[in-house]
């Protein structure tokens, strides 16, 4: 087995400031997230950007900008910039913080599909929100599908590509697989891959063993077991913990993060740190050691921080 490659999704674009006051917003406190789990032995940070005066998810250049160079200027982690985005944002103004960072490493997201928040919005009232943009973001995304077609998908693979920037592939469903391999096909892809498979996202695959099984099986069934490695996140919790445990027992890397899982135990608001402290926990049990940046980078292929611009 390779060195556990463990990813931080420090703050995302899904959850809204209200659901926890540890949630980091301003470029500080994203970047000083990202440094505190870097010393903690995390391998490399997934970042998104978000408005410093109310949170909301940002797909400001400069600001993304600002994060990764003061991560950069403490820590030689790998960093991973969101495609992703968030509600609202076009496919370009999504691509284009990595395009502009010239990132070591971006998401790249395998397909459209619904991708929904709404059920959060139970757990508050109207006046429990902390900014009046929050219970929209979350409601309006019962109607929200979160667009990736071939055409942007072929757009997205053509500028990472120019910019030697590697794809980190965003699979929520075995459908997606199957678009990474006409993407490959077509020639817009080429192995080795980095693989995330998504699993609890409503709208995408559930967080059980039997879907990250059917997904594992049906990779190695369209790349070879040998042209791919993959990482799992397991979206909220106890998923993100149960999710990872069964990924390193086979091999696999993980992602944590407050992106993804908001509890460290139920009913418990975690932090970032938190999070990578308990999953280091579970790897010590499973004897996965973590991969130091330098060795992940030659796990993965990357192009090294001297390649970036930032």
């Not at 659901?19 to 997934?46: K, N, V």
């Not at 973001?137 to 990736?148: A, D, E, T, V």
């Not at 053509?158 to 077509?186: C, R, V, W």
């Amino acid at each position: 087995m390779d060195k556990l490659v463990l990813s931080v999704a420090v703050t995302g674009s899904a959850t809204v400031p209200t659901q926890s006051p540890y949630i980091p917003i301003t470029p500080e406190q994203i970047a000083s997230d990202a440094i505190a789990c870097a010393e903690l032995g995390a391998t490399a940070i997934h970042i998104h950007a978000r408005d410093p005066k109310n949170g909301r998810p940002s797909p400001d250049k400069e600001l993304m900008k600002t994060i990764a160079r003061s991560i950069k200027a403490k820590s030689d982690v790998i960093v991973g910039i969101s495609t992703g985005g968030g509600i609202g944002m076009t496919p370009l103004e999504r691509l284009e913080p990595a395009s502009y960072c010239e990132s070591e490493l971006a998401s790249f997201n395998l397909g459209s599909m619904n991708f929904s928040m709404h059920t959060a919005a139970r757990h508050y009232n109207s006046d429990d929100y902390l900014y009046d943009w929050e219970e929209e973001h979350l409601r309006g995304s019962k109607g929200f599908i979160f667009r990736n077609t071939f055409e942007d998908m072929e757009l997205f693979a053509s500028t990472m590509q120019a910019k030697m920037i590697k794809p980190e592939f965003e699979a929520y469903d075995i459908g997606h697989l199957h678009n990474l391999k006409f993407l490959e096909k077509t020639g817009f892809a080429k192995p080795p891959y980095w693989i995330q498979f998504v699993l609890g996202v409503l709208g995408g695959m559930a967080a059980t063993a039997e879907s990250l099984m059917m997904m594992i099986q049906t990779a190695d069934r369209l790349f070879g077991k040998e042209n791919y490695r993959y990482s799992v996140i397991g979206v909220g919790y106890p998923m993100q913990f149960q999710m990872a445990a069964i990924s390193m027992a086979m091999g696999g890397h993980v992602r944590v993060g407050l992106e993804d899982n908001i509890f460290l135990r139920r009913g418990q608001l975690a932090t970032n740190m938190q999070l990578v402290e308990k999953v280091k926990r579970l790897a010590e049990e499973l004897e996965r050691p973590l991969a130091t940046p330098a060795e992940a980078r030659s796990i993965l292929g990357l192009k090294g921080l001297e390649a970036v611009n930032y």
